[in-house]
């Protein structure tokens, strides 16, 4: 197993795309050509936790804040961020970070908390990507329209709401004459063809178009596939920061704060409102999300839960009327190793994955 592959398959969930431009995200070090039988999940890559990978044999790290943000001029040991740059080439470790690609990205940091805390008819908060829509058609003999199907609902085709696999069929005759530099699968050249075939049709999303048709094209048993591609009108999916949703019961904003402490592991959080008032809309952008109470709000939202959350915001959530749980930054996103660590795990059974020990808090509550 090659990095290569864990980047591949990390990726078709949480696509690069998805993050924002002034993000710094993928293989940040190493050779994803690499072979690896090992890999590191932390929220951060500090000291500590690079020391952990070389004492662990680590072959690969992945975090969730890009190890490399601002423009580096030097890499040398005599710098922090030098030395551990030194230490991860030289002990043959490659680091990956997903970070607002990860935020962003269905079943990352902000659903994870939406579903620990049981939240019903979750939307986006802040939508940064709508998914254009487009339909393909295949002309496919009869004897392969399986194979075609599988190689297009492989690569995410006829995903409609919550139904999967979702296609169409038309029996028909396929016409053709195969040219002199043809090598054709059925028929002979110069002479016209007929052949029974059947037109599959089915929905994609942008992000995987080209690859469907490059599967469809390799499981194709004609030289030269016949297909047709429409772009829709039909509302893609959306994508972007945040969520929100409700309580499957209100419930007192105290009540919820012990809940989110729970279920985040965390044994602190800070918060703004009456903790007697009952609360149903929740609204939550973990790391640092207190831009968004304003939106939080406006969408209804009775509490936005994030962390980062200085004086002033406090105060102006407080102005505004919506309450605010300050998990901390930390707090709301270390579950980024749990997600991460569950995701690779399925998918790749024969792969170590270790959750680091090392990456802590730096705040320490008195
Ligand atoms: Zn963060």
């Known amino acids: 197993m090659y990095i290569r592959d864990i980047i591949k398959t990390f990726e078709n969930k949480y696509p690069k795309s998805l993050a924002y431009n002034w993000d710094n995200i993928g293989l940040i070090v190493g050779d994803e050509m690499s072979r690896v039988a090992k890999i590191l999940v932390t929220l951060e890559a500090t000291q500590a936790v690079i020391d952990e990978a070389v004492e ?58 939406a579903k620990r805390l049981d939240l019903k008819d979750v939307l986006v908060l802040d939508t940064t990507y709508e998914q254009k829509l487009y339909k393909i058609a295949v002309y496919v003999p009869a ?18 709401g919550n139904y999967s696999d979702c296609s169409f069929t038309f029996d028909g005759v396929g016409r053709f004459k195969p040219l002199n530099d043809s090598n054709p699968y059925i028929g002979t ?13 089915s929905i994609c999303e942008e992000s995987n178009l080209s690859q469907a048709i490059n599967n469809i094209i390799n499981a ?50 800070r918060v703004t ?4 008032d009952y609360v ?32 002033h915001d ?33 998918k790749f059974e024969n792969i170590e994955i270790l959750k680091s020990k090392s990456n802590i808090n730096p705040f320490v509550t008195i």
Do not use: W
């Not at 804040?65 to 030289?90: E, V």
């Not at 004897?143 to 409609?160: L, P, V, Y």
């Not at 050249?189 to 049709?201: D, F, G, L, P, Q």
């Not at 048993?221 to 297909?227: D, F, L, R």
């Open 220 to 269: 194709h048993p004609y030289e030269e596939v016949a297909y047709d591609i429409y772009e829709l009108k039909n509302t893609g999916k959306k994508y972007g920061l945040g969520r929100i949703g409700e309580l499957q019961n209100s419930m007192k904003f105290k009540e919820l704060s012990v809940i989110v402490k729970q279920s985040l592991n965390i044994e602190n959080l």
């Open 189 to 201: 050249k110069n002479e016209i063809e007929t052949v029974k075939e059947v037109k599959i049709e």
């Open 56 to 113: 662990n044999k680590v072959d690969l790290i992945i975090t969730h804040h890009p190890f490399i943000f601002k423009g580096l001029k030097k890499i040398n040991k005599s710098t922090t961020k030098g030395n551990d740059i030194y230490k991860l080439i030289k002990n043959n470790i490659s680091l990956y970070s997903a970070h607002t690609n990860f935020d962003i990205a269905y079943d990352g940091l902000n659903d994870e908390i």
């Open 314 to 346: 406090a105060q102006n959530a407080l102005e505004l009327g919506i309450k605010i749980i300050d998990a901390g930054h930390f707090g709301s996103e270390n579950i980024f190793v749990d997600i991460v660590e569950q995701y690779l795990q399925n």
């Open 143 to 160: 004897s392969h329209q399986e194979c075609i199907r599988k190689a297009m609902t492989d690569m995410g085709c006829g995903n409609i």
């Open 280 to 311: 149903n809309k929740i609204a939550i952008v973990s790391g640092s999300g207190a831009e968004f109470m304003t939106k939080a709000h406006s969408m209804g939202a009775d509490v936005l839960i994030t962390g980062d959350v200085k004086y």
């Open 273 to 276: 409102g009456n903790l007697e």
